[in-house]
């Protein structure tokens, strides 16, 4: 009879605040990491990058078709009647 017993109890009265104390410093760390990211990145407009990247040669218009396939005769049916 562990299960909510005083023993469970006492782990709970234990452990539970420092899990949450783990989980508050995880989410401010992972917060100041994002935040630090961000303040490295920079913008440029989309014209100004669109007029460095280089050119693309354009696809065909009309793409390869799959060659047609037929079962040979000596694999026989793939199932039988019953």
């Known amino acids: 009879h562990l ?4 023993f ?3 782990l709970q009265d234990l452990f539970i605040p420092l899990v949450v104390r783990y989980i508050d410093l995880m989410e401010t760390s ?4 994002i ?5 490295q990145e ?6 100004l990058l669109a007029n460095n990247l280089p ?10 078709q799959m060659p047609s396939f037929s079962v040979p005769a000596w ?5 039988e009647n019953t």
């Open 8 to 10: 469970h109890k006492h």
């Open 42 to 47: 920079t913008w440029q407009s989309v014209k």
């Open 30 to 33: 992972i917060a100041q990491s």
């Open 55 to 64: 050119k693309v040669p354009s696809l065909p218009l009309t793409l390869p």
């Open 35 to 39: 935040h630090r990211g961000f303040e």
């Open 75 to 79: 694999i026989g049916p793939l199932y």
């Open 3 to 6: 299960c909510n017993g005083p």
